[in-house]
């Protein structure tokens, strides 16, 4: 029979592992929340962008002569597609930062081991992207200037 001292350092060798995991299972929730964001973000921008650039194509070839509300309600799904990406951003770093905080004061303390490494977000990098490539439509979309004109 395991004295009592054994089985209390089984037990919280074991609980330090399952803590240790689920600072990884955190992280990896939000980047599923990022993710999320990102798509709905990409949706606004890529409907947005799409609505302004065919009624301007229309007006262009003179079917129809006004494309100004069309073309405001594209540069306001993009608008609103950006800020989406910029709070979810921000919010996704925030998160980060105090979880790698929490998994750093705990590791001093000894209550995790802290061996596996949080790595930059792959989906952070992603959604940084699509916030250039977002500001780069808007700018185009409102004035007539960058790669998508």
């Known amino acids: 029979m395991a004295s009592p001292e054994l089985k209390f350092d089984t037990n ?3 609980a330090s592992r399952r803590t240790g995991m689920s600072f990884q299972r955190t992280r990896m929730s939000a980047d599923r929340t990022l993710m999320s964001v990102i798509r709905t973000a ?9 609505i302004a650039q065919v009624f301007q194509k229309l007006r262009d070839q003179d079917i129809i002569t006004k ?3 069309p073309r405001n309600f594209g ?3 993009v608008g609103l ?4 990406l910029v ?3 921000v919010y996704h770093v925030q ?3 105090g979880l790698r905080h929490l998994r750093e004061s705990m590791r001093a303390e000894g209550l995790v081991h802290g061996e596996s490494v949080f790595p930059v ?9 699509l916030l250039i490539i977002g500001v780069a439509a808007i700018l185009s979309m409102a004035f007539h200037v960058g790669p998508f004109e």
Not at 81 to 84: A, C, D, L, S
Not at 121 to 129: E, V, W
Request: hydrophobic fraction near 70%; proline fraction near 0%; avoid cysteine.
């Open 67 to 69: 494309a100004a509300a």
């Open 95 to 97: 998160f980060m930062l």
């Open 121 to 129: 977000s792959l989906t952070l990098i992603t959604a940084l992207i």
């Open 75 to 77: 540069l306001a799904l």
């Open 42 to 50: 990409l949706s606004l921008i890529g409907f947005g962008f799409t």
């Open 87 to 89: 709070l979810g951003i």
């Open 81 to 84: 597609g950006i800020v989406m």
């Open 12 to 14: 919280t060798e074991l």
